[in-house]
Nanobody
Framework: QVQLVESGGGLVQAGGSLRLSCAASGRTFSNYAMGWFRQAPGKDREFVAAISWSGGSTYYADSVKGRFTISRDNAKNTVYLQMNSLKPEDTAVYYC???????????????????WGQGTQVTVSS
């Protein structure tokens, strides 16, 4: 089992920045690829970004490319999502997820991830 706890969400004005963190415990963190997903009110959960177990490969949704950066610190069992130039449409609950047998071609697929956190709310005001 892997337990994931997100933090860092909050209220920010459009154009501002936030950094989300996801702390993992339970199994060897460095064995897992990590992803961030989000779900806005009334919408399906969608892929945001993912990172391979080593951090050598990253993947982004088109809607966040150039604004968001995913990174990880395996020594701290933590994955981060730096979000810059935030827009009101980025408002959502953000979830981190862990995938053991990860393939880059499935980075955006929710079924590829076996463990999920409870989410953290991000609200961007206009």
């Amino acid at each position: 089992q892997v337990q994931l706890v997100e933090s860092g969400g909050g209220l920010v004005q459009a154009g501002g920045s936030l950094r989300l963190s996801c702390a993992a415990s339970g199994r060897t963190f460095s064995n897992y690829a990590m992803g961030w997903f989000r779900q806005a009110p009334g919408k399906d959960r969608e892929f945001v970004a993912a990172i391979s177990w080593s951090g050598g490969s990253t993947y982004y949704a088109d809607s966040v490319k150039g604004r968001f950066t995913i990174s990880r610190d395996n020594a701290k069992n933590t994955v981060y999502l730096q979000m810059n130039s935030l827009k009101p449409e980025d408002t959502a609950v953000y979830y981190c997820a862990a995938a053991l047998n990860f393939r880059g071609s499935l980075a955006g697929e929710q079924y590829a991830y076996g463990y999920w956190g409870q989410g953290t709310q991000v609200t961007v005001s206009s």
